[in-house]
C-alpha cells in the first residue's frame, strides 16, 4: 500500500431508502496506483458504494450521508452538479458491468467514445478519430477501424466491454472503477480484459476499485480485498492475508462456494454451512464415480444427435451469391438417462444454436436428432414436452407484468395439464416448493425477487410439463457464487428425485466438471474433444481445451 495520502477517502457513508438503511457507516481508502477489490452478494451495497463515489446517486430517492467523501483535492460531498461531470469526465472513470445496455444502440462504438473527448478534451476532429482509434488498439480490438463505424449489436459480448472500457480511459483517469466487468462473459475473453485493466493500470498509475461476487478472479487482480456483507464492511486486507487467513464465516463461505478444481464435493457449501473454519464437506470417491457411470452408460441414449449443421444466411442477392455463416458443423453426440452432460466453449462457438435445434425453436439445416429413438421434429405434444429449455438471463425469460403463479402455470395451461384452479394452485404450489420456494411468492412479480429467486421460478416453470430432459443454457452464469451453488446443488437434487437428463451448458469449466459426468468441448461449431469429466480435466488432449483450462482463474 502507498505511504502517501489517499487518492479516495470515504468516512461514515450511510445510505438509507424509504424503507430500510442499505449502506451502514461504511469507511475505507484508496491508494494512487492500487487496485482495491469490493466482494460480496448482490444486495451487500458493493454497486451502491460506487455510484455514490461517481456521484450517480444524486437524482435518487435515496438518503446519502458522510462524514467525509475526499478525492484527491475535491470535497465529493460539496460538489455541483457541474463539477460532477467535469469530475466524471476528466479523473474518474466506471466500467459498467453490462455493456449492451451501457452503450446507446442507435450510436456507432467510435461518436460514442469521441462524445467524451469532445467535451473533457480540446482537439479537432481528426485528432479525437486518431485517439479513440488509437484507445481501440490499446484495448486490443481487432480492426479499429471497423469497429469505429460498428453499432453495439454488432460486436460480441468482450468487444463491447473493450469500447467501455476504452471509453472510461480515453481521458486517463486517477481511478477507474469496473463494477463486475467480466461476468458472464467467457473464461479467455475474462482473462485478457483483466490483463489488459492491470497492464494499463500499471501504465498510467492508476488506481482502480474492482467490484466482484468471484474471490477466485479477486484473488488474481487485487492488491486489497474489501468483504461486503448487508451493507456494512466486515473485512479489509491485503489479498494474501485475507485469502490466508479469512476472520469471517461469510468470507469462508464465498471463498469455498464456487467448485474446487482438485476435488468433487457431493454438495457445495453455502455461506450458512460456514459456523466454523474446520467445517467438512463429503467428496464424491472415484470407485463410486466409475461404478454410477458403468450402469448409466449401459442404458440406451434418451438423445442422439447426428451430423448436426447449422447455416444462417449472411446475405440475400439476387444476382450475387450468397454467402452463409456455418454455426455448427457436422455436430454429433449421445445423452444417457440420468446423465448431466456438459457443453462447454466461448460465446459465438455454437451452443446455443445446439440447445434451439433440440427444443425445435431453430430448425437445422441438415443431420437428425432423436429422442428416445423418434425424429424431433415428428413428436408429439405429450412427448415434445418432456424436454425443456431453461435460458441463461431468468428476468428476460420471465413477463414482468405476470405473477410468478400465472407464469408457472402457463405451461400447465397451454399443455392442458391441470383441469380446474384449485388443481392449478395446487401443482404451482408443489412446483414452487420442489425448487426451495414458499407459497408467498405465487403472488409476487419478478422484479420484486431476487437473481437466485428468479432461476428457481424458470426452473420451476420448466418443471411444470413433467421433463425428462432439461437443457441449462448459461443457467448459472449471471448468479452471485453463494446462489449459483444453492441453485448446482438444486440440479443435482431435482435430478436425483425426477430421474431427469441434464445437458448442461456453459463457459465455465469449473462448474460443468462439478455437475457433469461427460463433457463436450466446442470450438467455432465443431467439436473438438469429449471425455469423463474429470479425465478431460486433468489431462486435455485438444490445444483449445487446454487453453480454456489454463484460463480459469484459481485461488
Not at 467535451?119 to 479513440?132: A, L, Q, S, W
Not at 476504452?166 to 481521458?171: E, K, P, R, V, Y
Not at 469429466?533 to 480459469?552: C, F, H, S, V
Request: net charge positive.
Amino acid at each position: 500500500m502507498n505511504a502517501n495520502l489517499p487518492l479516495l477517502s470515504i468516512e461514515g457513508l450511510t445510505i438509507n431508502s424509504e424503507y430500510s438503511p442499505l449502506l451502514s457507516g461504511l469507511s475505507f481508502s484508496i491508494f494512487t496506483n492500487e487496485i482495491v477489490a469490493i466482494v460480496g452478494e448482490s444486495g451487500s451495497g458493493k454497486s451502491l458504494t460506487a455510484l455514490s463515489i461517481a456521484g450517480l446517486l444524486s437524482d435518487s430517492k435515496l438518503n446519502v450521508q458522510s462524514k467525509r467523501m475526499q478525492f484527491g483535492k475535491h470535497d465529493l460531498s460539496a460538489l455541483s452538479r457541474k463539477d460532477w461531470e467535469i469530475i466524471r469526465g476528466k479523473n474518474l472513470g466506471m466500467v459498467f458491468q453490462e455493456p449492451q445496455s451501457s452503450l446507446n444502440p442507435s450510436m456507432r462504438c467510435g461518436p460514442q467514445v469521441m462524445e467524451r473527448l469532445q467535451k473533457f478534451e480540446k482537439g479537432d476532429k481528426k485528432t479525437n478519430i486518431d485517439k479513440v482509434i488509437n484507445s481501440f488498439n490499446q484495448v486490443q480490438l481487432p480492426d479499429p477501424k471497423r469497429i469505429f463505424k460498428a453499432y453495439p449489436n454488432e460486436l460480441s459480448g468482450g468487444q463491447k466491454q473493450r469500447v467501455m472500457i476504452a471509453m472510461a480511459l480515453i481521458c486517463n483517469p486517477q481511478l477507474l472503477i469496473a463494477d463486475e466487468p467480466t461476468t458472464a462473459l467467457d473464461v479467455t475473453v475474462q482473462k485478457e480484459i483483466l490483463s489488459l485493466l492491470k497492464t494499463k493500470q500499471k501504465s498510467n498509475k492508476m488506481s482502480i476499485l474492482f467490484i466482484s461476487h468471484d474471490l477466485s478472479l479477486v484473488a488474481e487482480f487485487a492488491d486489497r480485498v474489501m468483504v461486503m456483507h448487508r451493507g456494512e464492511l466486515i473485512e479489509n486486507e491485503k489479498t494474501t492475508i485475507l485469502f490466508n487467513n479469512p476472520r469471517f464465516a461469510y468470507t469462508r463461505g464465498l471463498l469455498f462456494a464456487r467448485p474446487q478444481p482438485d476435488k468433487r464435493l457431493e454438495r457445495l457449501p453455502s455461506i450458512s454451512d460456514f459456523t466454523s473454519a474446520n467445517k467438512s464437506f463429503k467428496v464424491v470417491s472415484n470407485a463410486n464415480r466409475k461404478k454410477s457411470h458403468q450402469i448409466l452408460y449401459a442404458q440406451p441414449p434418451i438423445l442422439e444427435v447426428e451430423n448436426l449443421y447449422k447455416e444462417y444466411p449472411l446475405n440475400r442477392n439476387w444476382f450475387k451469391d450468397n454467402k452463409n455463416l456455418r454455426a455448427v458443423e457436422n455436430f454429433s453426440f449421445k445423452l444417457y438417462p440420468g446423465e448431466t452432460l456438459g457443453l462447454v466453449g466461448e460465446s459465438g462457438c455454437g451452443k446455443s444454436t445446439v440447445s434451439r435445434a433440440l427444443v425445435n425453436l431453430d430448425s437445422p439445416t441438415s443431420g437428425r436428432i432423436l429422442y428416445q429413438g423418434r425424429e424431433i421434429s415428428g413428436l408429439d405434444r405429450s412427448k415434445s414436452r418432456e424436454i425443456q429449455l431453461v435460458f441463461q438471463d431468468p428476468l428476460a425469460a420471465l413477463h414482468p407484468l405476470k405473477t410468478i403463479g400465472d407464469v408457472i402455470a402457463e405451461p400447465l395451461e397451454i399443455h392442458q395439464l391441470v383441469n380446474y384452479k384449485k388443481q392449478r394452485t395446487e401443482r404451482v404450489v408443489e412446483l414452487l416448493e420442489q425448487v426451495g420456494m414458499k407459497v408467498r411468492f405465487l403472488n409476487r412479480y419478478p422484479h420484486e425477487l431476487s437473481g437466485g429467486q428468479r432461476q428457481r421460478v424458470v426452473i420451476a416453470r420448466a418443471l411444470a410439463t413433467q421433463p425428462r430432459l432439461l437443457i441449462l443454457d448459461e443457467a448459472v452464469s449471471a448468479l452471485d457464487i453463494s446462489i449459483q451453488a444453492q441453485v448446482l446443488n438444486l440440479l443435482n437434487d431435482l435430478k436425483k428425485q425426477l430421474q431427469l437428463s441434464y445437458l448442461f451448458i456453459s463457459h465455465d469449466l469449473n462448474v460443468v466438471k462439478h455437475m457433469a459426468d461427460r463433457i463436450m468441448v466446442m470450438e467455432k461449431g465443431i467439436l473438438v474433444e469429449e471425455g469423463e469429466a474429470d479425465e478431460l480435466y486433468d489431462q486435455p488432449k485438444n490445444a483449445y481445451t487446454q487453453k480454456l483450462i489454463a484460463a480459469l482463474p484459481r485461488i
